[in-house]
T-cell receptor, first 113, second 110 residues
């Protein structure tokens, strides 16, 4: 069974630009969550999608948005990039949204210059 | 508002000894707890979990203990091996959202 796939692995963008990251969950998993990891900040929760609906949202500005498609693939978009958006963005999939373990992709390393 | 806290940013342990990683939580609605291990440039990998109806769960060298009254959980690794050197995250779920701590860097010295 293929794991969680995130593309691209690395990305360099300029301040003010926008970026779209992609995540393909494990087959059969309907929940996809996005996290931002910066040094010393752990994994900050961005949002979770379940069956194409955003079910939970973290404390991030509206510049961060996402969506989920009918095949459970998810995209995350960040508009008007700031230097502080430089981070590792991780996607995690779960079979359902309940008390089950989440499986992570390798992440997308975004650098904003 | 940090609902899941890992107060030790780092821990150094000698190979063969026990590693104890700690985690505290504040939300009493959390009823499922997990530990993840992360190497640089990789996504976190699931290690072990525990439901709030239990106070201990073992898997090989890894044991997780849960003290609900203290809202505290810990991960014991015995014996510690150099390959265990990584960042360890604890996470808690209320059946909905999964919340992570800031992580603890474990270094196992040979």
């Amino acid at each position: 069974k293929a794991g969680v796939t995130q593309t691209p692995r690395y990305l360099i963008k300029t301040r003010g630009q926008q970026v779209t990251l992609s995540c393909s969950p494990i087959s059969g998993h309907r929940s996809v969550s996005w996290y931002q990891q910066t040094p010393g900040q752990g994994l900050q929760f961005l949002f979770e999608y379940f069956s194409e609906t955003q079910r939970n949202k973290g404390n991030f500005p509206g510049r961060f948005s996402g969506r989920q498609f009918s095949n459970s693939r998810s995209e995350m978009n960040v508009s008007t990039l700031e230097l502080g958006d430089s981070a590792l963005y991780l996607c995690a999939s779960r079979q359902t949204g309940g008390n089950t373990e989440a499986f992570f992709g390798q992440g997308t390393r975004l650098t904003v210059v | 508002d940090q609902q899941v806290k890992q107060n030790s940013p780092s821990l150094s342990v000698q190979e063969g000894r026990i590693s104890i990683l700690n985690c505290d939580y504040t939300n009493s609605m959390f009823d499922y707890f997990l530990w993840y291990k992360k190497y640089p440039a990789e996504g976190p990998t699931f290690l072990i979990s525990i439901s709030s109806i239990k106070d201990k769960n073992e898997d090989g060298r890894f044991t997780v203990f849960l003290n609900k009254s203290a809202k505290h959980l810990s991960l014991h690794i015995v014996p510690s091996q150099p390959g265990d050197s990584a960042v360890y995250f604890c996470a808690a779920s209320d059946g909905n959202k999964l919340v992570f701590g800031a992580g603890t860097i474990l270094r196992v010295k040979s």
